[in-house]
């Protein structure tokens, strides 16, 4: 639940480019020679202007390292496969993490140079479109602490007994060099080497577990496209638990000692969370479920890593309903523009309304007309923040988490039950793994109800002030 901008007042922002101008790819090679040209060094997303990288898609991260919580230093080599979509003489990874010692193209070695998140790649021989390669990038030293538009933290975060990994929007590269953006997904598998002790929590289902001299090696592999924002690897003292849903999906929890009393009655409803949301969604969209709950103070918020949510304290029942919504809503469909972040945190909000009522509490009409709802005055600031474009600094403030979810129940309200419950698990469906837009949503909702619904729309998620009629 990024909710970090909650922590002060809902600035207002202005209407900024809602689809940032994708750059020009290289034209396609004739019959003749290859057309070399240099990728994209971004995918042109206004909110962070370096993330992603253009001609290749990444398929498979394989990421291995051995760190020591006591230096704080890590030994990493991640190796990437990706397929070129364009003849490539350069092409760009991000990367803030430690000091590289070696890359290679291939079976060859390659010159690069870093640039700020840049890490600018020189392939020889050079690479054909439609060609698979892969890039080896070791690297070692003390992955970096992200700080964030709204001045919270991610990336590597250390703790007493190890270390926090969240990832959203940009702390990826942090200790993961790749394509960091949610527009290329991929498959990953992760080797993690810490002192024997310690858990190293990741994504996915643990392959193996092995202690040799003192050091023990974890193998996580997420089988399932995974945006790099998503992907984690904490590591620290936990209590560790296996269980199922009743459908068969494993669940692994690692739980902080110190937490894991209070803890215990929000893990124990994670089947119940599953099951109960699979009902409303469609089949959970994973092999695996679980969470991770740790002492991570400095950081102050959840985040919805993909089959293992972490939470830097011991959560309520609602903010797990809420981060185990987004495996949906998401993860498994993920925006494909930071701008319309309230397809992720509206979606999820309004799950975890639909939550609190399955569970006995206030109703979704209740909660839409409360205080941090509906009812807020209509000279309140939060009304004057565009719902698709609230701007890099609140796109974790309450307006995509409040207004969006709003949006969908007044959407609820306009089309009925029927209607959007079979939207809802339509949208889960249709674009399972994939990527999406608000633009998408709305012609979903209008093909799935009969309805133009242009200025329902309008109103709900472009125009400021607070909404009256629709």
């Known amino acids: 639940m990024r909710s970090r901008s909650l922590r002060g007042a809902v600035v207002a922002a202005g209407l900024s480019v809602l689809v940032g101008a994708q750059p020009a790819l290289a034209a396609p090679a004739g019959h003749g020679e290859p057309r070399y040209s240099a990728g994209a060094p971004s995918v042109g997303d206004p909110y962070f202007p370096d993330e992603g990288n253009g001609g290749f898609d990444v398929l498979h991260y394989d990421v291995a390292f051995d760190y020591e919580p006591a230096t704080r230093h890590m030994v990493a080599t991640t190796t990437i496969t990706a397929l070129a979509t364009q003849d490539l003489d350069r092409f760009d990874l991000d990367f803030r993490g430690p000091e590289i010692s070696a890359l290679l193209v291939g079976k060859h070695p390659a010159s690069f140079r870093r640039d700020g998140q840049e890490l600018v790649v020189t392939p020889r021989p050079k690479l054909k479109s439609g060609e698979q390669f892969t890039v080896v990038v070791k690297y070692a030293g003390t992955p970096p602490v992200i700080t964030d538009p709204d001045e919270s933290i991610e990336g590597w975060v250390p703790t007493d007994d190890g270390v926090f990994v969240p990832g959203e929007p940009q702390g990826s590269p942090a200790w993961l060099p790749g394509s960091d953006h949610p527009t ?159 397809l992720n945190e509206g979606f999820a909000t309004y799950a975890q309304w639909m939550w609190t009522e399955h569970n006995g509490g206030a109703t979704t009409q209740q909660t839409f007309n409360s205080a941090s709802n509906y009812g807020r005055a209509a000279t309140s600031a939060f009304w004057q923040t565009v719902t698709t474009d609230p701007g890099p600094v609140d796109m974790f403030g309450s307006v995509p988490y409040n207004r969006g979810a709003m949006t969908l129940h007044a959407l609820r309200g306009k089309i009925g039950d029927t209607a959007f419950f079979q939207l809802l698990k339509q949208w889960a469906t249709a674009h399972r793994y994939g990527n999406v837009s608000t633009a998408d949503f709305i012609g979903e909702a209008q093909s799935v109800s009969g309805m133009d619904l242009t200025n329902f729309f309008d109103v709900w998620l472009v125009q400021k002030g607070k909404p009256a009629t629709w």
């Open 184 to 342: 290329d997904k991929a498959t990953f598998t992760f080797h993690a080497t810490v002192p024997e002790g310690l858990t190293a929590v990741g994504n996915g289902q643990l392959l193996s577990q092995k202690t040799v001299g003192g050091r023990t090696t974890f193998v996580w592999d997420s089988t399932e496209p995974m945006a790099t924002y998503l992907a984690t690897v904490t590591i620290g003292k936990f209590q560790v638990a296996r269980s199922a849903t009743p459908s068969g999906i494993p669940i692994y929890t690692a739980v902080d000692p110190q937490l894991a009393s209070q803890s215990a009655a929000t893990v124990a409803r994670i089947p119940d969370i599953i099951e109960y949301f699979g009902s409303l969604f469609g089949p959970y969209p994973f092999a695996s479920a679980g969470a991770i709950i740790d002492r991570a103070p400095d950081v102050g918020y959840a985040l919805e890593s993909q089959t293992k949510p972490i939470f830097s304290s011991s959560p309520s029942l609602n903010t797990m309903a809420h981060e185990i919504a987004h495996q949906w809503y998401g993860d498994s469909v993920s925006l494909s523009r930071w701008s319309d972040i309230w």
